[in-house]
């Protein structure tokens, strides 16, 4: 065998053995990692460093020039013989299965693993890989007594020196490890098959490109879905009911009978892949629209959920808002307004002042799927009670036009199925749009203005007309939706 079967491989044998053999086999055709991805893992790894504070002063046997895991397992072999008690990153390799553990620490001449996790919650894939794991680990050091998952504590609230004992909380998955000996034996033996087989295993699309986890070969195997009309590009319906309709051979959109679907959200899809043209339920917009009181602004705002809370009495991936962005028409002519919190103190209030205070005059206040905004002024509602009656005035200003467009009242085949803001901006504003910014999400939005921890002032500054660019365009589009719907009914 090339070269052992790493958790990473394991885990896509276990989703799909064709992603399994591609990822070992054919690594060029994976798909490019998207940035939000990128962000997610690099915060996964960062935690998993910081988590090493725990236990003090281990070993890293990844700090070697070269980047080779069979190296790090013997590295990881020759330190517990030379009775060193904390090693991070340790590697075992058995029988052609090579796992990786965060923090190995030897306790009272007992090994306990522990594998650290950027998250509030456990779930089973998080036990599923930990017991592959301690299924390997537990082959090559039989004196291993115990298996943690270290999570992040939801209940942990920063008050002074962040306490990093209370931060995590340890969960042992010895039992479920134990009961599954024997499945990842046997497990591991269709793997190594698949690979010995020497071909690209016969798998068709389905439920399982996306559980758990979205797989890094959709470019290769989803070619269908790039095609004009595609049953898969089919929005507002599960992965299994639009599998239901794959499977019985209905490829196209077009190929579904209008006559049998009930909800509007799907026929409004059905009716433009047919007629090739925008939808548009004029009474129902015209109605929506009316309810909109002059002058309006439109607003976003963008929030940090550090992992680790930054501010005191704040709480692991509490939503922090960081930057709103505001555009309104004086004079004819389209003006923004921006608030951006420097990253190092905890302004929150001032945000809240400023927010209420410059939408104070506006009767109506537009977004584009409220949710977020909603949950921040919430909180910052409990935060601050003297400002509730405020923010309830705020709240009953909203106007969400996501409502239309989600309820089927607004349709373009161009959108593919997708009913995002950022799949509706090219139709709203052909000139102006994501793709030309530097920032085009909100979970890369986050993650940036993480980064400013760590820049110089310079940079820093840099950072924040990016930030900035991005909200603002969120407002703009959200603005200029309005005037798209207000065009299309004088
Ligand atoms: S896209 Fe689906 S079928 Fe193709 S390799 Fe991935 S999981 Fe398997």
């Known amino acids: 065998m090339s070269s052992p079967i790493s958790k990473t491989a394991f885990i896509k044998a276990e989703q799909c053995l064709k992603h399994f053999y591609l990822y070992k086999n054919h690594p060029y055709l994976r798909d490019s990692l998207s940035r939000d991805k990128q962000f997610i893992f690099k915060r996964g790894t960062d935690v998993g460093i910081f988590a090493q504070q725990l236990f003090p002063n281990g070993i890293d046997v990844t700090l070697s020039e070269k980047r080779d895991q069979v190296l790090f397992a013997q590295k990881t072999i020759d330190l517990i013989a030379s009775g060193v008690s904390t090693i991070y990153e340790a590697t075992f390799i058995y029988n052609d299965l090579l796992v990786m553990v965060d923090v190995l620490h030897k306790h009272e001449d007992k090994w306990i693993a522990y594998e650290v996790k950027s998250s509030l919650k456990i779930t089973d894939t998080y036990v599923k890989d930990a017991c592959f794991q301690y299924y390997v680990i537990k082959n090559c050091l039989p004196n291993l007594f115990d298996f943690n998952l270290l999570t992040l504590n939801p209940n942990y609230i920063l008050t002074g020196e962040l306490e990093i004992k209370k931060l995590f909380k340890t969960t042992s998955v010895m039992k479920d490890a134990i009961k599954n000996s024997d499945y990842f034996a046997h497990k591991s033996q269709i793997a190594k098959l698949t690979l010995e087989q020497g071909k690209i295993p016969d798998i068709k699309i ?162 584009y799927d409220k949710s977020l905004e909603e949950t921040v002024l919430n909180q910052l509602a409990v935060l601050y009670p003297e400002y509730l009656k405020d923010i309830n005035n705020f709240k009953s200003k909203i106007i969400d036009l996501a409502e239309p467009i989600k309820k089927g009242n607004y349709y373009h085949p161009d959108m593919k199925g997708n009913f995002t803001l950022k799949s509706i901006a090219p139709l709203v504003n052909q000139e102006a749009g994501f793709n030309s910014l530097d920032i085009q999400s909100g979970i890369s939005a986050m993650y940036i203005y993480e980064s400013l921890l760590i820049q110089n002032a310079i940079e820093g500054e840099h950072i924040k007309q990016q930030l900035i660019e991005y909200c603002e365009m969120d407002a703009l589009i959200t603005y200029q939706l309005l005037n798209f719907f207000q065009s299309k009914l004088s």
């Open 206 to 367: 389905g439920t399982h490109c996306f559980q758990p986890y979205e797989c890094d070969f959709l470019g290769t195997c989803w070619k269908d879905s790039k095609e004009t009309n595609s049953v898969l590009t089919l929005g507002k319906l599960t992965k299994q009911e639009i599998f239901d309709l794959y499977d019985q051979n209905i490829k196209r959109i077009t190929d579904i009978d209008i006559n049998t679907i009930a909800s509007k959200e799907i026929k409004i899809q059905v009716k433009a892949s047919i007629e090739q043209k925008e939808q548009f339920d004029v009474s129902e917009i015209s109605a929506f629209t009316s309810n909109i009181k002059q002058p309006a602004c439109s607003l976003d705002i963008e929030v940090w959920m550090p992992a680790i809370p930054y501010y005191e009495g704040t709480k692991p991936f509490q939503q922090i808002p960081f930057l709103f962005s505001m555009i309104y028409e004086e004079n004819n002519e389209i003006k923004n307004y921006s608030y951006f919190k420097p990253i190092e103190e905890d302004l929150r209030k001032e945000f809240l002042e400023k927010i209420l205070f410059v939408t104070k005059d506006f009767q109506s206040i537009l977004m």
